[in-house]
Structure formats: C-alpha cells, structure tokens
C-alpha cells in the first residue's frame, strides 16, 4: 500500500515518482493499494477529468493496482495557512478511506509519503490493525522548510510538530531519504537506520541528442538561440524572482532567451514582473507532454536548478535526475559543504554556484553560453546510467525491503564513509 497526497497523473514532483514506483511494482506481479488525492500539481487546480468532489475507484494493470483517489481541499495560492488547509483536508478524507480498507486484505508494506509529513499516522493507524511493515519515505524535509522559509514563525508549533513527526519515525520499520544530506539530517532524530533511495530517471527515454539546431526551430527559436531553461514547480523556494533583473540586465545580448517552462502559484507573479520591466528575451511556456521532453531537453542550452539558502539540503532537486540522463548542463545553486554540491563536484557533471548571489548567477549564465561544457554533460549522463537508472533502483529498493543485503560501497554521494557509517545509514541504491 501507498499512501500520498500527490500521484499520477502528475509530471513533475512527488507525484510523479510515487506514480512510477507503483506503476513499476504492479506491472511486476505486485498488487498494489494506494490511497491518494486527485492530480492538482504543479499548478494548483485539480487536472481536468478530475473533479475532486467525492472519492473515486480506480483499477489499472491487469487488476494488480487499486487506486482510491480522495477529495481534497486545493488552494488556488498555497499560503501557509491553506497549506495546512489543504494538508488536513486530504488527512482528514483519506483517514475514512483507510479506514475502510481496514475490512479488505491487508498489505504487506505500508509507504507513507512526506510531504505531508503527518500521513504517518494512517500508516501507523493501519499497520496497528492490519500488520505489516511500515515504511517512512522522506522526499522532502518539510517542518525544517516551513521553519526556514519562515512559512510557519511559531517556536511552540514547532516543537509540536518535531514531537509528532518523532512519535511517526519511531514506530517506522523503515525510513529512507533520496540524499545524503537529508538522510544526515533524518539520522540525527531516530536511532533507525535511514535507508538510501533516491529519485530515479527512465535513461532510455531521456537521452542525448547530437544534433538540435534544427530541433530548435520546433519550439519557434533560432538555431542560434542560446535557451536558459528553468522547468518545474514555480513555487516559493526557487527564488525564481532573482531572474527578472537578470534578464534585464541580459537584454543586450539578444541570443540568450530565458525559457520559465511549468505552472505553480507564483508564475503569475513572475509574468506580472516581466511585463512590468518589458522583458522580450524572458518567455514562459506550459510543462510540455511527455513525448516532447526529451527534445525540449535536448534543445536547452542551460537547464536552471534554482534555490534558496533556506532549503539547501531540506529537498533535492528531481528535476535533476532527468537533466542528467538527457546530457543536459545544468547551473545549480547550492549552498557550500551541501550534500548537492559535493555530489556535483565529485563528478564534475554541472555548474554550481552559491545561493543567492545575482552576480554569480548572471556571470555563470554568461560564461555557460559560451564555454563548451562537454565534458560536464557527459559526466551527467554516465553519472545518470551508472546510479539512476529507475529499473536498477527499484529492484534494490524491493531487495533491501526483502532482506537482502547491498553493499555500502556502491552510495554514489560525496559524504565520507565515515560519516555515513558513524550515522548508522544504510544504503539501497
């Protein structure tokens, strides 16, 4: 069983994985439950079909997945107070549907996805009366981010919620994170061990391209055009406002096109911007479908991965893994001594500079259009066959659930080997 307030048919973050992870158990003999909300990321609107005003049944995969889909609260802009609207609701409606599916079959694992960080409770609600074993999976640190980004400014709220979410890992089976940063993090409250499990790409559908001057031309670009790609979640933690006066500041060099591609709450305010200032060389366009991606990928020059110092090592970038297997050069933003930027380093398979910084960030673009970068995108690509390969991950994700062991060498992070083994991590992929 999986339950998570984001699943598919979202294409970008957490629902996209869990979406994938479930798809790939099922179309392997594993019959899965999942308890989830209708699609509403990135945009905040719940997708069309969908409506969201009652519970749905969905069966796919030759009967092997069951997906309950309940109704949820979505606010049109995520303020703190609507995010915990918005959380609570689907807590609050997915709770009677657990309930119900305390009278089926039980499961023998239960994944509880954070965010939000208190559907740990149904997991340990279930697994109370049905058995099983509960697995905590982390994607992103989301009390320590509404602490930093200051989304939530209450000591006392906080120490709550720290003894909630405690009370939740306590009780896990097993918990496991998608880097080494937020799995140090993660260690530092549980005497659990902390398991390795990281976002994975579909390397065989993301891929290099050798020639796309032409493809350029698809999109309504010159071939010449130089496209500094943001895509994604527009969303608070980017920071993607620290882009407008650099597009201004860029408008003399008319090959260089800043492409904001993805929905979120704050596109709006970004267009609202650039139209203020008469941006002609900063363009925004919808998430495009799957069987374009890789093209569009393929025809970006600059792949930005934007964000705050507030959430360095709180969330890892997913978009990264796709960036990667396409060969793409991505300009990272990352914090010193973050596990993101150490891992960049190591591998020497993108641009990455500190957080925040205007200056550095328009002197890299500049510097990105016009250095080669070769060796990088090819850095990232094998880096991406090599340790995020879905199929590889996933069958060690079931083989580590399963018992069996995998060896700590094969942790493609830049943490020490003491450190992890001081933290007591073990790794699946």
């Not at 005003?53 to 049109?76: Q, S, W």
């Not at 930093?148 to 089976?173: C, H, M, P, W, Y």
Request: glycine share 6%; charged share 20%.
């Amino acid at each position: 069983m999986l339950m998570g307030i984001n699943f598919s048919p979202e294409l970008t973050g957490i629902g996209k994985y869990s979406g994938e992870m479930i798809d790939w158990l099922s179309k392997n003999n594993y019959d899965c439950t999942v308890v989830s909300s209708f699609p509403y990321y990135p945009n905040w609107e719940v997708q069309k079909p969908h409506k969201a005003r009652f519970y749905k049944k969905e069966i796919a995969n030759d009967g092997h997945l069951t997906l309950y889909r309940c109704p949820l609260y979505v606010p049109k802009k995520p303020t703190g107070a609507k995010r915990i609207l918005h959380d609570a609701s689907f807590f609050i409606t997915a709770f009677f549907m657990v309930f119900c599916l305390l009278f089926k079959k039980g499961n023998d694992y239960i994944f509880c996805i954070a965010p939000p960080f208190h559907l740990g409770f149904l997991g340990v609600f279930y697994k109370f009366f049905k058995g099983g074993k509960l697995v905590c999976h982390i994607q992103d640190l989301q009390i320590e981010a509404a602490r930093d980004l200051q989304i939530i400014k209450s000591n006392t709220a906080f120490k709550v919620l720290f003894g909630l979410e405690s009370f939740i890992l306590k009780r896990a089976d097993y918990i496991s994170s998608i880097s080494s940063g937020m799995i140090e993090k993660i260690a530092r409250k549980v005497n659990t061990e902390v398991i390795y499990f990281p976002n994975w790409v579909d390397t065989e559908s993301f891929f290099p391209i050798s020639k796309t001057a032409e493809l350029k031309k698809r999109w309504g670009f010159k071939s010449s055009d130089k496209i500094v790609l943001y895509s994604g979640s527009i969303g608070e933690k980017q920071g993607l406002e620290t882009l407008i006066p650099i597009a201004k500041d860029l408008g003399q060099q008319e090959s260089i096109k800043l492409v904001i591609c993805g929905d979120g709450p704050y596109k709006q305010d970004l267009i609202r911007l650039s139209d203020q200032e008469g941006l002609t060389n900063m363009l925004f366009l919808p998430l495009q479908p799957m069987q374009d991606f890789n093209a569009f990928l393929n025809i970006t020059d600059i792949h930005l991965v934007l964000q705050k110092k507030s959430a360095c090592d709180l969330v890892m970038p997913s978009k990264l893994t796709t960036i990667w297997s396409a060969g793409g050069l991505a300009l990272i933003t990352a914090e010193r001594n973050s596990s993101l930027r150490n891992l960049v380093l190591e591998h020497d398979m993108a641009v990455v500079i500190d957080c925040e910084d205007q200056e550095a960030l328009k002197s890299a673009i500049l510097s990105c259009c016009q250095d080669n970068n070769k060796a990088k995108r090819i850095n990232a690509r094998h880096y991406a066959k090599s340790f995020l390969s879905k199929d590889s991950i996933l069958q060690k994700m079931v083989a580590t659930l399963e018992r069996t062991a995998f060896p700590l060498e094969n942790v493609p992070t830049a943490v020490p080997r003491s450190s992890i083994d001081r933290q007591a991590v073990a790794a699946t992929g």
